[in-house]
């Protein structure tokens, strides 16, 4: 069983950074692809960013490409993203999940994870 807790959400103004993390306990780190999602009021859960275990790559959904950067640190088992040029409809909350085992066409898919973080907020907001 593994456990997520995810840290650094908050208030940030238009244009702002922040830098998510998500450490992970109670299993192998390096054998989870990890994956960052958010949902928005009102809105679905949707993917934001992905880093593959097996093949060490990152995905990310269109909206957030060039501004958002995922990462991770085996040792630490923390994974992190980094979110640059933050605008209004990134408000959301954000959720870490993972999962071993997933083919690439499931990455993006939030039914395939089994674990899940409890979510932290950002609100980008002048």
């Known amino acids: 069983q593994v456990q997520l807790v995810e840290s650094g959400g908050g208030l940030v103004q238009p244009g702002g950074s922040l830098r998510l993390s998500c450490t992970a306990s109670?299993?192998?780190?390096?054998?989870?692809?990890i994956a960052w999602f958010r949902q928005g009021p009102g809105k679905e859960r949707e993917f934001v960013a992905a880093?593959?275990?097996?093949?060490?790559?990152?995905h990310y959904a269109d909206a957030v490409k060039g501004r958002f950067t995922i990462s991770r640190d085996n040792g630490k088992s923390t994974a992190y993203l980094q979110m640059n040029s933050l605008r209004p409809d990134d408000t959301a909350v954000y959720y870490c999940?993972?999962?071993?085992?997933?083919?690439?066409?499931?990455?993006?898919?939030?039914?395939?994870?089994?674990?899940w973080g409890q979510g932290t907020q950002v609100t980008v907001s002048s």
């Open positions: 999940a993972a999962d071993a085992g997933l083919i690439l066409s499931s990455i993006r898919q939030a039914i395939q994870y089994d674990y």
């Open positions: 109670g299993g192998t780190f390096s054998r989870y692809t």
């Open positions: 880093f593959r275990s097996s093949a060490r790559t990152t």
